[in-house]
């Protein structure tokens, strides 16, 4: 119930294990604690914060297979209980151990499959008794329940925030992150560039072959757009044939030179469609701007990048235009 009690407000899943490893830390001596998902081939494994630890630390992907102990109790629907981990000899360990020497992983279940591991760890060896093992074991349901909770809300977040025809973020989202990273440039003194792209020729499209055929267009201009990206880079379907790319800590020569690489791989990549004889070539003009080179604030940057993009339009399509304020050309 305490568990229950303390997941039920949770914001997000870090929250989550850190709040059950806490209730269990009333009963047995928890230094550590680690959920381990299973997504696709590979596991997922997530560390709550251990004692001494200054910060969370990014997930670490491990292959779906029984060579480690996640995968292991994942495979096997089994929960494992270890006295002394340095001594283990049944698995060849490639999580993060720390110094933690005693541990107890449960499998975890949702809609009667098994969806991840969960292992509480102490510094101690022998740290545990079969009276702990038991109750651990017991908390795997309200365990899994939690996190599988958690997993739904973010998944229907992430729904929210994207665009339904190509999968790319929406507008709405745009706006929140254009916000926070403007913010974060002018906190950090970093710059922050934005590209505006849009499909030459769109209505042609729709009118010549349907709006499914628009639609597939739409689709493939933003997984190529997304191609040349950084992880950090951001997405986003900004209306109708438009999209907007978001590039924190670039100024506008490392923007001009992205766009450049989205206008190439958009040309030399013509979509095919089934039932077409021939394939439609498709062609994007882009606009780009730079903060705080070519605007103070976030609808400034919008603005800014508009602007290259209007030139490229007008200049001929298919190129990319850098118009700062009060240029006669672009670049």
């Not at 986003?236 to 190439?264: H, I, N, Q």
């Not at 730079?290 to 200049?315: C, E, H, M, T, W």
Request: charged share 30%.
């Amino acid at each position: 119930m305490e568990i229950a009690s303390a997941t039920a407000g949770a914001e997000d899943l870090d929250t989550v294990l850190e709040k059950i490893a806490q209730s269990l830390r009333r009963l047995f001596p928890v230094d550590g604690a680690a959920l381990g998902l299973l997504e696709g081939d590979s596991i997922m494994v997530r560390e709550v914060l251990q004692r001494g630890q200054q910060g969370p630390r990014d997930p670490e992907r491990l292959t779906a297979d029984a060579s480690h102990l996640m995968g292991w109790v994942i495979r096997n629907d089994k929960p494992v209980w270890r006295n002394d981990v340095t001594a283990e000899m049944r698995f060849a360990e490639s999580a993060r151990q720390g110094n933690l020497r005693s541990d107890m992983t449960i499998p975890l279940k949702a809609r009667g499959q098994v969806m991840g591991a969960f292992r509480v760890a102490c510094r101690r060896r022998h740290a545990f008794d079969p009276e702990d093992f038991e109750v651990l074991k017991r908390c795997a349901d309200m365990t899994a329940v939690a996190v599988e909770t958690q997993r739904l809300l973010l998944a229907t977040k992430r729904l929210a925030e994207l665009d339904g025809v190509t999968g790319v973020f929406n507008h709405r989202h745009f706006r929140t992150l254009l916000d926070q990273e403007v913010d974060r440039a002018r906190r950090l003194d970093r710059p922050i560039a934005l590209i505006m792209i849009d499909i030459d020729n769109f209505k042609r499209f729709n009118d010549t072959y349907g709006h499914q055929a628009g639609d597939e267009v739409l689709r493939h201009v933003a997984q190529l757009a997304a191609r040349v990206l950084r992880r950090s880079d951001a997405v986003a379907r900004y209306g109708g044939e438009e999209f907007v790319t978001l590039l924190p800590d670039a100024e506008a020569p490392d923007a001009l030179s992205v766009a450049e690489k989205m206008r190439t791989e958009v040309e030399k990549n013509p979509l095919t469609l089934s039932g077409m004889l021939r394939p439609l070539h498709v062609s994007v003009s882009l606009g780009v701007a730079s903060f705080p080179a070519d605007a103070i604030n976030a609808p400034d940057l919008v603005a800014a990048a508009d602007r290259g993009l209007y030139q490229a339009k007008r200049s001929g399509k298919n190129r990319v235009c850098h118009a700062p304020t009060g240029a006669a050309a672009g670049s």
